[in-house]
């Protein structure tokens, strides 16, 4: 499954960096500690809707826009097979691309807005790497 509080920080971070902003700034932006803000961005703490809110003013955001891209690639992870659920022998949603290298089967999906590209590492974890057509790309790590 993907972990929502991993979606979440990747597409702060996101946002962060595309700021060319620090932790540093924008942990006192929000009032909130640097590590706290280190944790939430790499998914081990899930923020509050407080929280959340604060650091999304820091980063000139609007909490409904950073919840708008979570979902879409929420969304578009679970119609690929086999990242939130065990492949069955019946073809789930398309796939734009499918492929098998030596480091994992990659499958890349896209509804025009968000791509969302997943590398099968093992059968418990995929790399779950999304971009916004015309934005950054992030990373989250997700158990299957």
Known sequence: MVLLRRVIGDALR???Q???????EVSSAAN???GYLSEIERGQKEPSSELLAAICDA?????????REV?????????MPGVLVPVQDEPAAPVAVRRST???VHQVSSDGAVAVQVRQDSPLKATL??????GSERDVVCAA
Do not use: I, M, Y
């Open 14 to 16: 996101a946002r962060r």
């Open 18 to 24: 595309g700021q060319h902003r620090t932790l540093r």
């Open 32 to 34: 909130v500690s640097l």
């Open 59 to 67: 980063l000139g955001a609007r909490l409904s826009e950073l919840l």
């Open 71 to 79: 979902s879409d690639t929420v969304a578009l992870a679970e119609q």
């Open 102 to 104: 030596g480091r994992g």
């Open 129 to 134: 790497r999304s971009s916004r057509v015309r």
